[in-house]
């Protein structure tokens, strides 16, 4: 008995300053993370897939400014995109997964003579701003007309982008239209994403490049912006011998590569038959 009262007064402790441990411990982990190593990782990423990622950062740079705020949703697949504007020139480019506008007009930007099809949920369905969530959070979120009006006004100043109001399920049914880039960053939940992938796969020119975003390698559990999903769909495509897929860094601060558990990936794949 006595041995119990002893561990319980040794745990209250422990157990009421369990947070502020958590954060030194992470704290102390961030700190062994070297910015010049992630740099140095992935110069070497973009270089396995042919591009250049420094090249592409300072062009990204000159347009954007520097990226300085972790909580943004800008990350590296401006760089990405970028780095393939600089070596590729697609006539018909898909962007699954619209949001704010805010990426698609950087793709009518430095693909300024590519025909930008992006397509996304109908304001009014309940998963419009869940679907990075699990299927049963529909009812937080609710998107405002002034949102909608602001990403279309956004979409308008560009006349090489073309906006369809659907949910990508139903491009099932759509047979004749091919692209030669697709971008798939639209629901990230099973089975909608698998099926994202395989309709983008799908639709794509042999020879063509796919990127998904937010791409984990293990298990995020009990965790919402899920993703692990898309790697083990992109996995099985590659073992059959369809796809070749690289990942990116998703982002280069420290604070979200100290953790190899829950470090986010961008992919980027070729069809192959």
Do not use: C
């Amino acid at each position: 008995m006595k041995s119990i009262e002893i561990l319980k007064k040794i745990w209250r402790p422990i157990y009421r300053n369990r947070r502020p441990i958590k954060r030194l411990v992470r704290k102390w982990r961030v700190s062994k993370v070297s910015q010049a190593n992630l740099h140095a990782e992935q110069i070497q990423r973009f270089s396995d897939l042919g591009l250049d990622w420094q090249v592409a950062r300072d062009e990204v740079e000159r347009l954007l400014g520097k990226n300085t705020d972790i909580s943004s949703h800008r990350s590296e697949h401006y760089e990405l995109l970028m780095a393939i504007s600089i070596k590729h020139s697609p006539k018909r480019i898909l962007e699954i997964g619209t949001a704010e506008g805010d990426f698609t007009s950087f793709l009518a930007l430095i693909f300024p003579d590519s025909e930008i099809e992006t397509i996304d949920l109908p304001s009014s369905d309940s998963r419009f701003w869940n679907a990075t969530t699990k299927l049963s959070n529909t009812k937080s979120g609710k998107v405002s007309r002034s949102e909608v009006e602001e990403r279309d006004a956004k979409l308008q100043k560009f006349s090489n982008i073309r906006f369809r109001e659907m949910n990508s399920l139903a491009l099932t049914f759509q047979e004749a239209d091919k692209y030669d880039l697709i971008w798939v960053d639209g629901d990230h939940t099973y089975p909608v994403v698998s099926v994202d992938i395989a309709n983008a796969l799908r639709l794509l020119n042999i020879g063509g490049i796919l990127g998904f975003d937010d791409i984990y390698e293990t298990s995020q559990v009990n965790y919402q912006w899920v993703g692990q999903e898309s790697y083990e769909t992109l996995v099985q495509f590659n073992n059959a011998g369809l796809v070749d897929f690289k990942l990116i860094l998703k982002k280069l601060f420290r604070e979200k590569n100290y953790d190899k558990k829950s470090q986010k990936f961008i992919a980027i794949a070729t069809r192959k038959t």
